[in-house]
């Protein structure tokens, strides 16, 4: 298959992520979205399809079989691996950057959590220091762990090229998530304009791709980890059935559009499948790949990074405002959620279930930055297994 192919079919398969549920939500819409429909950013929620116990509890089993997959593994069929000889690491000294994140993000935390009203300036942008200060600090733990070896210290223009797909990758989700009546939404979003809000979402939304990539490269530097889903079963799809997904996963996104209260889910669920069945048959290397020899160590290690940092995400967005019959918070990305049928049982303001979400969400990431490195020809450590 030649570049030009394989560039152009990555590019309509990415396209099709955006335009699937657009053409889905104008059809449910009446071919005539309403007036305010892409105002950003949502500042209310929507009404929503009540509590429905029945899916809450398929939902709540399947979330629970990945669980006891990550704790028992052998229950799957998983082998236990014997640890490699531990290897000498050179001792090394926390680098300046992890203190200068620490400074970041502990500055923004007390300034938030406190409920501070100044600096604005800072309280508006603080996302910014949390993101990127969190990204710095796993940055310097890996740096430690590694004995001198992390993504800043070996190739910095990565995390830089990680970060600009990121404003992409997660700007999609931003796009979705207008077809699917606003999942989320951000209730003190006003307190800027409409054009610094965007201006905002975009610059923060940098930070957000490379945290999944630092913790991936901290998981890596524990042997136990590291092997702990090496020695799985084999699982080798025919390339009929990865055409049967790939059809599967088009016409999800189009019903994610056309019926965002039952389909909903396709908003995480459909854009890593398209992405890896695509990638896949152009050649391209994915962390789906290695399964097929029984090693499920780099997609099962990855797919809960954005389990992991979003837990800390949800934490640090519900303690930065009041809770009550009035919110305040000088955050304007503060956010909430509404979500359908599972819309009960919050940890901090996200409910419990939709903490599943975060599974293909982070799986995603890989896959968006692969495609994105591959589409505009650029080198990654992450085109391979591990990372160092």
Sequence with gaps: MSVIKKITYLFFA?????????????????????????????????VKEPFNLTIFIIIAVGFLGVAILYLFPQLFGFKKVDLP??????????????????????????????????????????????????????????????????????????????????????????????????????????????????????????GLLPLSFEWYSLFTTFPSLKVRFSKGFKIVFSENLKTILLILSLIGSFLGGLFPAEFFFTLWATPPIILAVVLDKIGVWTPLKPVGKGNWSPILLFAITYLIQGIFLECQNYFSATHGTEIFTEAPA???????????????????????????????????????????????????????
Aim: glycine share 6%; charged share 15%.
């Design 14 to 46: 990415m396209l099709s992520i955006v335009v699937l549920p657009w053409i889905g939500s104008w059809i449910h819409h009446s071919f005539d979205f309403p007036s305010d429909f892409f105002s950003y950013p949502p500042l209310a929620p929507m």
């Design 334 to 388: 503060y956010w909430q959620y509404s979500l359908p049928y599972v819309n009960e049982f919050h940890l901090f303001e996200m409910p419990l279930l939709g903490y599943a979400g975060y599974l293909p969400f982070s799986i995603y990431i890989w896959l968006w930055w692969i495609a994105f490195a591959t589409l505009l020809g650029i080198p990654s450590k992450f085109y391979k297994e591990e990372p160092f």
């Design 85 to 206: 000889k531990k290897k000498e690491i050179p001792k090394v000294n926390f680098p300046l950057w992890f203190w200068i994140g620490l400074l970041l993000w502990g500055s923004a935390i007390i300034l938030l959590w406190t409920k501070s009203t100044y600096p604005l300036w800072f309280l508006y942008w603080s996302d910014l220091p949390l993101f990127w200060g969190f990204v710095l600090m796993i940055d310097g733990w890996v740096f430690v762990r590694n004995g001198g070896k992390s993504l800043i210290s070996k190739v910095p223009q990565e995390i830089i090229g990680i970060g600009v797909a990121s404003v992409a990758g997660w700007m999609i989700f931003e796009f979705l998530n207008f077809f699917v009546d606003d999942l989320w939404y951000y209730p003190k979003g006003d307190i800027i304009s409409r054009e610094q809000f965007l201006l905002y979402a975009i610059l923060i939304s940098s």
